[in-house]
């Protein structure tokens, strides 16, 4: 999961708001769009994340990646039938009503401030190459530090922010292209280890356990259908985009996990910090130097990534604040133009759930983190699917005409799929990311409440602001 290209603030993300944009996102932007906010920092810590389960963990990533093309699929058809900025928030409102849209933007934003605590994690993962980082004082500080740096570039602007994304995203495919096609000529069938250990129970709950690590490297699929007011022609373009962005990313990761598989020995790949780094020093014979540079290349695409998610992670509450299901505070910008209140709020949040899940060290947190991330985005995630479920049950296509036999059943096979996968991740996030995960969802509970009285006292419906954060009635 990387940061955005462009993230620019949400469009509001009702029904009859811009469905395209000229100038906008083309197919090839829209494709980068979605490759470069799925592949992020976090792929770098995941084989040491899932070794511990052994090599079943690539099978798991095999899952993962054909269950994602799959979701991938699902977000191009609902793309395809509501083309407006806010995608799952937007689906989920429509189909269900505005509970079920609140609950879908508060849980988005969860998974963005808590899927930047564990960002910062597996980046730091690198820093400690550089610099090593002893002890738990230097390695929190630095993390903690990074997050709130981010915060300061996000309040300078989002033309900055997007800038830094941008050259640093570029960056991070170096490596992971070195690995995931050099080192394929240099694994070692006896480095790969067990096919499963004993963690996770079976192989069928090792398999699961990975499964739900390993979908944190897949946020982000639905990205240009988050974007889709910015993006041209989106009916035909976001399908499109959404699958090959979405391939490509599963291509990547796949051959660089079996790479650094067969690079590491087992034992030594389930404690690493940096395990990119490690295959590439196995590469080149040991050389220091090659892990060095892996690891700044980790580095500098990492904060890219940071820079960016901490901007994205203020559009969701803007977007949900602007239609009046968030406070009104959430809308208001600075000067230049940055809504500043979900910029510290994210911030602030990353570094409370970063510390609360810091005490196993890195690789344990960025474990932690990464399961309850993949908790929260499934919320969003199964409305989404069941919003496109639902609508096939009406049987009606996106441009409301009737959805011919033929294709009913393949649909409905994709959509049930994609919901089933959901729910299987779930399943494998474990008790405590459960756990973690659905205290924060009904802490949202009575943010609704207070937005639904305060619209009510106002006789505004539910109070939608506009960009300004002054209220106004609703349009419907």
Known sequence: MAAPADAGPAG?????????RRGGLGPLAATALVMGNVIGVGVFQLPAAVAGYGTVGILAFAVVSVCSLLLAVVFGWLGQRMPHTGGPYVYAR??????????????????????????????????NVLVPLRGTGPALAVTVGALWLAVVCNLAGARGAGAVA???TVLKFVPLVLVAVVGLFFVRADNFGPFTTGQGGSAVGALTAAGAVLMFSFLGVESAAVAAGEVENPRRTIMRATVAGTLAAALVYLLGTVAVFGLVPHERLVHSTAPYADAVRAIFGGGEAAGTLMAAAAVVSGAGTLVGWTLISAQMPYAAARDGLFPAVFARRNGRGVPWIGVVASGALA???TLA??????????TALALLTT???AIPYVFSAAAQLLWLLTDREPRG????????????????????????????????????????????????VWMRWHGARNGMGNGAVDASGETKPQVR
């Open 12 to 20: 509001g993300g009702r029904p009859g708001a811009r469905a395209a």
């Open 94 to 127: 429509e189909a269900f009503g505005e509970l079920a849209g609140f609950l879908t933007a508060w849980s988005y934003w969860i998974t963005a401030w808590a899927s930047n605590a564990a960002l910062v994690v597996a980046w730091a993962g690198y820093v």
């Open 166 to 168: 941008v050259v640093t």
């Open 351 to 353: 570094s409370l759930i």
């Open 357 to 366: 899940n810091y005490t196993g060290g890195l690789r344990a947190a960025f």
């Open 375 to 377: 908790f929260t985005a």
């Open 401 to 448: 005409t009737p959805v011919a036999p033929a294709r009913l059943g393949r649909d409905l096979a994709v959509t049930l799929v994609a919901m089933a996968f959901t729910f299987w991740l779930v399943a494998g996030a474990g008790y405590a990311a459960v756990y973690q995960g659905v205290l924060l969802l009904l802490a949202g509970i009575p943010v609704y």
